[in-house]
């Protein structure tokens, strides 16, 4: 597991922040997960969350610090909480996106202008041919799914069958097949007008 804590955590720990004031916030449930959609109604951005990140948006007022808000969600939360990376993290995809306001310290801009970096970086990385990646499909369910049917497959029952379909093709193809007569070619050549020529030389 990640460490909970980060050696960044000074540079925004006594931060107030909070939603821009024209930032509106809508849950939606997609297979079964909760997210979050922080959409800009003035610049139309937006930005979605899962309902873990939101524990912590959620309590984002402006009057609380940072640190504050990160303690008492890992007190309702605890382990299952958001690492503090990943809370730095968050908090720069969302200036990033126009949907943060906080007050801007020299420690703050400087983190704001790394995350930047980062998200530059990860753009053109995905512009890069080369680093086009295909996501692998997880075979589990395909696997589950199919177990019965391998079962029926691999089952003695079903070998013996097999074998026994076999055998009667086998048996079927002998009776039916007839092998010539050798006495009845030896009259065949015998009768051939060419036969005859030759046997009288």
Not at 7 to 12: A, F, G, K, L, Q
Not at 90 to 105: F, Y
Request: charged share 25%; aromatic share 8%.
């Amino acid at each position: 597991m990640d460490s909970l804590f980060s050696t960044r955590w000074y540079r925004v720990a006594g931060v107030h922040p909070s939603l821009r004031a024209h930032v509106r916030v809508s849950r939606h449930v997609y297979r079964g997960q909760t997210w979050y959609l922080l959409q800009d109604a003035a610049s139309g951005r937006h930005h979605r969350v899962d309902e873990t990140a939101f524990h912590f948006i959620g309590r984002m007022d402006g009057s609380r610090t940072v640190d504050e808000i990160w303690h008492s969600m890992f007190n309702s939360l605890g382990e299952r909480s958001p690492t503090q990376d990943d809370t730095i993290e968050m908090l720069c995809q969302l200036s990033e996106n126009g949907l943060l306001q906080c007050e801007i310290t020299p420690d703050v801009a400087e983190l704001f202008r790394r995350g930047r970096q980062r998200a530059r970086k990860r753009r053109v990385a995905m512009l890069n041919p080369l680093a086009f990646r295909v996501p692998l499909m997880d075979p589990d369910g395909l696997l589950e799914r199919l177990a019965p049917l391998a079962r029926c497959i691999f089952h003695p029952l079903a070998a013996l069958l097999w074998v026994a379909v076999v055998a009667s093709a086998v048996l079927s193809v002998s009776s039916s097949w007839e092998a010539p007569d050798v006495f009845e070619i030896g009259s065949d050549v015998e009768t051939h007008p060419k036969t005859r020529v030759v046997a009288i030389g």
